[in-house]
């Protein structure tokens, strides 16, 4: 079969083969990035509610004294480093299917372009200006929807273990309870600010170009 029989581009008869291999790889990257994502947080949970039950064993044998105020502090540190290292890595993941998003998104374009009948079985993949899906820009309007995502959920639990340990850390300095609070939660209103500032401007440099500017290489 001559190059003309067989067809260029999208009239290729390997066309749909290849265009269903990339979308199925496509699938195979956001399920393998889901279960990191939701492994990792799995693990940073079990290790921080197995320093609660440590701390609160070891509260009763020491009678709350300085000694569990020093181990808690260092406890709280590792498992402070694991929820950082954590959210970090569950936003770059959110941003590779955020990725694997536009590139599907692209798939299905070419599938319209072979047979455009199927339009109308097709989801509709737009999302309105003002939505946080498929790593569009972070605005205060949708803050509370970015609050519910996983990675929002590592970033409090960071918050209060950095409020936490700051708390920990005047109390061992003899400081008096009303600057324990407020140091406390000035330290996790800060983290939370940080937490949402880095995923902000993560988003921001690593958003996926946007489909429609891609359509033309298809």
Same mark, same amino acid.
């Given at each position: 079969?001559?190059?003309?029989?067989?067809? /260029?581009?999208?009239?290729?008869?390997?066309?749909?083969?290849?265009?269903?291999?990339?979308?199925?790889?496509?699938?195979?990257?956001?399920? *393998?990035?889901?279960?990191?994502?939701?492994?990792? /947080?799995?693990?940073?949970?079990?290790?921080?509610?197995?320093?609660?039950?440590?701390? &609160?064993?070891? &509260?009763?044998?020491?009678?709350?004294?300085?000694?569990?105020?020093?181990?808690?502090?260092?406890?709280?540190?590792?498992?402070?480093?694991?929820?950082?290292?954590?959210?970090?890595?569950?936003?770059?993941?959110?941003?590779?299917? &955020?990725?694997?998003?536009?590139?599907?998104?692209?798939?299905?374009?070419?599938?319209?372009?072979?047979?455009?009948?199927?339009?109308?079985?097709?989801?509709? /993949?737009?999302?309105?200006?003002?939505?946080?899906?498929?790593?569009?820009?972070?605005?205060?309007?949708?803050?509370?929807?970015?609050? #519910? #995502?996983?990675?929002?959920?590592?970033? /409090?639990?960071?918050? *209060?273990?950095?409020?936490?340990?700051?708390?920990?850390?005047? *109390?061992?300095?003899?400081?008096?309870?009303?600057?324990?609070?407020?140091?406390?939660?000035? *330290?996790?209103?800060?983290?939370?600010?940080?937490?949402?500032?880095?995923? &902000?401007?993560?988003?921001?440099?690593?958003?996926?170009?946007?489909?429609?500017?891609?359509?033309?290489?298809?």
């Amino acid at each position: 079969m001559t190059k003309h029989e067989a067809g /260029t581009g999208l009239d290729d008869p390997r066309a749909v083969d290849i265009l269903t291999t990339e979308h199925w790889s496509l699938l195979s990257t956001r399920s *393998v990035g889901y279960e990191e994502m939701f492994g990792r /947080t799995t693990i940073f949970v079990a290790i921080l509610s197995g320093i609660v039950i440590a701390l &609160a064993l070891l &509260a009763q044998a020491t009678h709350f004294g300085r000694e569990t105020l020093l181990i808690a502090l260092l406890m709280m540190t590792v498992a402070l480093f694991i929820g950082l290292t954590t959210f970090v890595r569950c936003v770059a993941i959110n941003m590779e299917d &955020a990725r694997c998003i536009a590139g599907m998104t692209l798939v299905r374009q070419a599938y319209l372009r072979i047979v455009p009948e199927l339009e109308p079985f097709f989801l509709a /993949t737009e999302q309105p200006a003002q939505s946080l899906a498929h790593g569009r820009h972070q605005r205060f309007a949708n803050l509370g929807k970015s609050l #519910t #995502t996983t990675s929002s959920v590592v970033a /409090t639990l960071d918050s *209060v273990l950095a409020g936490s340990m700051t708390g920990d850390l005047c *109390v061992l300095l003899n400081q008096r309870l009303l600057v324990v609070i407020l140091t406390g939660a000035a *330290v996790s209103i800060g983290s939370a600010i940080l937490h949402v500032s880095y995923a &902000a401007r993560f988003r921001e440099r690593h958003r996926p170009t946007d489909t429609n500017d891609n359509t033309r290489s298809i």
